[in-house]
């Protein structure tokens, strides 16, 4: 039989961590790779039988990799602090796994987020298909701003069911990460030579509302779909105009 770790890397993640451990209990063994987090987490996850280990944070791929270096298992089934794997996924993987090849190298699923007031149909937020289900040694991570993903080295297949994934519990968290993201997305453009500005900001942020909400049908998506058409937007437009930093009143003189 194909032994399984169910993986999550947290950081403060007490608000859905109960319901992500949960969903990952057909697993063997559940290891949680905490960032030292402040909140709740690590009692949460102890008082599930969840395996804990502290390590300090120094980027997505860093923290993999030595998650990977804790785990002994054939398979790992990897979930982000604040998603749930559904009872249908889990019927796959388990199916799947009971049958994959010594050159399957892992399985791709999808993931539907919540969004201000529903599961994103649209937008270009579904079906977000994602490789989450693998073999460590099969895999290589890589990062591209503020975001990771996995790539298979080997054969892979599509399982169809779904993780469910709750980013954002308000506003005011969605528009923090947006600051986060366009500020690491400026710093990246900036280090590669590319050139921003208030124009480019505006001619981007413009083509971004424009995929969002008419080429990837946001506007099906009802209020859920402009609100995100309108941030993504936002976020375009702070990152290219970003790359040119401004003097900020300095040197300041009171006199002009």
Not at 108 to 137: A, C, I, Q
């Amino acid at each position: 039989m194909a032994t399984t770790t169910g993986l999550i890397l947290t950081y403060n993640g007490g608000r859905t961590l109960k319901q992500c451990i949960e969903s990952l209990k057909f697993c063997d063994t559940i290891l949680v790779v905490d960032s030292f987090s402040t909140d709740n987490t690590v009692a949460i996850a102890e008082s599930l039988d969840a395996t804990v280990i502290q390590n300090a944070w120094n980027g997505p791929a860093a923290q993999f990799e030595f998650a990977f270096t804790q785990i002994d298992t054939d398979w790992v089934v990897s979930l982000d602090q604040d998603e749930v794997c559904t009872s249908s996924l889990k019927a796959k993987i388990v199916d799947a796994l009971s049958h994959a090849s010594d050159n399957t190298a892992g399985y791709y699923t999808k993931r539907k987020s919540w969004y201000y007031n529903r599961f994103m149909k649209h937008s270009g937020w579904y079906p977000d298909w994602l490789f989450r289900v693998f073999r460590p040694e099969k895999l290589e991570v890589k990062v591209s701003g503020a975001h990771y993903s996995f790539h298979p080295k080997g054969q892979t297949d599509k399982l169809d069911a779904e993780i469910l994934h709750y980013p954002y519990m308000s506003f005011a968290q969605h528009l923090q990460k947006i600051d986060s993201y366009a500020q690491q997305g400026a710093d990246d453009l900036r280090a590669k030579g590319k050139k921003g500005g208030l124009y480019r900001g505006i001619a981007h942020g413009t083509m971004r509302f424009i995929k969002l909400y008419f080429i990837k049908l946001g506007f099906l998506d009802g209020k859920a779909g402009l609100i995100n058409a309108i941030h993504g937007a936002f976020y375009a437009f702070l990152k290219y105009v970003r790359v040119t930093e401004g003097t900020w009143g300095a040197p300041f003189d009171a006199d002009n």
